[in-house]
Each structure stands twice: as C-alpha cells, then as structure tokens.
C-alpha cells in the first residue's frame, strides 16, 4: 500500500483505492524536528479497527482511516515493522497491549 499518511496528515482511504486528506496535524518539516537523529525515539501506535493514530515522542504525527473491511489493515492479530527508505532501524522495548 505505500505511504498512506505523511506525517501531519489525517487521510481517509479504503484499501488500495484513493485517499483523501481530511485535516492536517502541523506541518510535515516542523513535526520532523522533534525527531531525534541518532537516538532512542518512543513512537506509539493506536489502531482499532481501521483506524490508525500515530505519534512519536508524545507528538501526534498522521491519523489512517481504512473503511475498507476487506484490507489487510482490519485484519486482526498481526502487526510488522516497516521503514521506506534504506537506512538503519533498531528496537527496543516493545509493548503490545489490547484495548477493549
């Protein structure tokens, strides 16, 4: 699927078909100053259903809406870890806890 929300973006989407930006978060260069380079950054993941929040340091960065029932991002139980570029991704300390 690609990128489906640049940071600073809150898009609306269903599966492979088109996206739709409903709002922004900030801008995309400011938000990525709060990035730290060549250190430890927390980086937290609500998803629930399709939808799909995600903030680094504490800093809400890109909101993913997936309507789609059928896409692989409603599917329950699996989770990975992707990067889209070449570089070098460490992890630490994962937690996973299930929200009702």
């Known amino acids: 699927m690609g990128i489906t929300a640049y940071r600073g973006q809150v898009v609306e989407g269903a599966g492979f078909g088109a996206r739709r930006l409903m709002g922004t978060i900030g801008d995309l260069t400011e938000l990525g100053k709060l990035v730290k380079l060549n250190d ?47 570089t070098k991704v460490s992890v630490r300390n994962i937690w996973m806890k299930k929200l009702n």
């Open 40 to 86: 430890w950054n927390q980086y937290t993941i609500i998803a629930r259903g399709g939808t799909f929040i995600h903030m680094v340091n504490g800093q809400l960065m890109a909101v993913m809406v997936d309507d789609d029932p059928e896409s692989s991002n409603n599917w329950t139980g699996q989770f990975g870890i992707e990067i889209e570029a070449t």
